[in-house]
T-cell receptor
Framework: DAGVIQSPRHEVTEMGQEVTLRCKPI?????LFWYRQTMMRGLELLIY????????DSGMPEDRFSAKMPNASFSTLKIQPSEPRDSAVYFC?????????????FGQGTRLTVV | AQSVTQLGSHVSVSEGALVLLRCNYS??????LFWYVQYPNQGLQLLLK??????LVKGINGFEAEFKKSETSFHLTKPSAHMSDAAEYFC??????????FGAGTRLAVHP
């Protein structure tokens, strides 16, 4: 398996532009997580899905952020409009949610820079 | 609610020395605990996990961790540090739906 695939690896955009980050989870996994990593705040869980359904989006910082999972093999995280403070590395992770001791597998991340 | 606290944001050791990275957890239910490693510009990779089968857990790259309920700890150790161990290490506990709740991370530096 190729693992969790994220695209793009790097994104530079201007403030006010829409940004879409993409994630393909590992085949057969039914839980998907979006994390944001910054120096100041560390790893923050933004939202997670189980069987394509959003379970908890309380970590989404504000209404400018939205996430979708239209099917088991694809998810997007969108920021509209983007702001410089959104600059961070965004990770997608997936797991098979059969029991509580299942580890999550992480993608390589998308480094977002908003100028 | 579950949480983890990592003591020490930076740890520096000499090559060949013992590595000890500290993690304490808080959980209202028996916890499932994990250690992940992150190399520069990479995603997180699982080192080891505690699933209640054994209190001493062995992971990859010579790392191990011991679950101590009385101390609510899950410290990560390696007898002899190697230059390639330089990375950031994260302790995590599982919440509902397998979501991982991470500590702030400990950056390990290994010097010759």
């Amino acid at each position: 398996d190729a693992g969790v695939i994220q695209s793009p690896r790097h994104e530079v955009t201007e403030m006010g532009q829409e940004v879409t980050l993409r994630c393909k989870p590992i085949s057969g996994h039914n839980s998907l997580f979006w994390y944001r990593q910054t120096m100041m705040r560390g790893l923050e869980l933004l939202i997670y899905f189980n069987n394509n359904v959003p379970i908890d989006d309380s970590g989404m910082p504000e209404d400018r952020f939205s996430a979708k999972m239209p099917n088991a093999s694809f998810s997007t995280l969108k920021i509209q409009p983007s702001e410089p403070r959104d600059s961070a590395v965004y990770f997608c992770a997936s797991s098979y949610g059969g029991n509580m001791n299942t580890e999550a597998f992480f993608g390589q991340g998308t480094r977002l820079t908003v100028v | 609610a579950q949480s983890v606290t990592q003591l020490g944001s930076h740890v520096s050791v000499s090559e060949g020395a013992l590595v000890l990275l500290r993690c304490n957890y808080s959980s209202s239910v028996p916890p499932y605990l994990f250690w992940y490693v992150q190399y520069p510009n990479q995603g997180l990779q699982l080192l080891l996990k505690y699933t209640s089968a054994a209190t001493l857990v062995k992971g990859i790259n010579g790392f191990e961790a011991e679950f101590k309920k009385s101390e609510t700890s899950f410290h990560l150790t390696k007898p002899s540090a190697h230059m390639s161990d330089a990375a950031e290490y994260f302790c995590a506990v599982t919440g509902g739906y397998n979501k991982l709740i991470f500590g702030a991370g400990t950056r390990l530096a290994v010097h010759p």
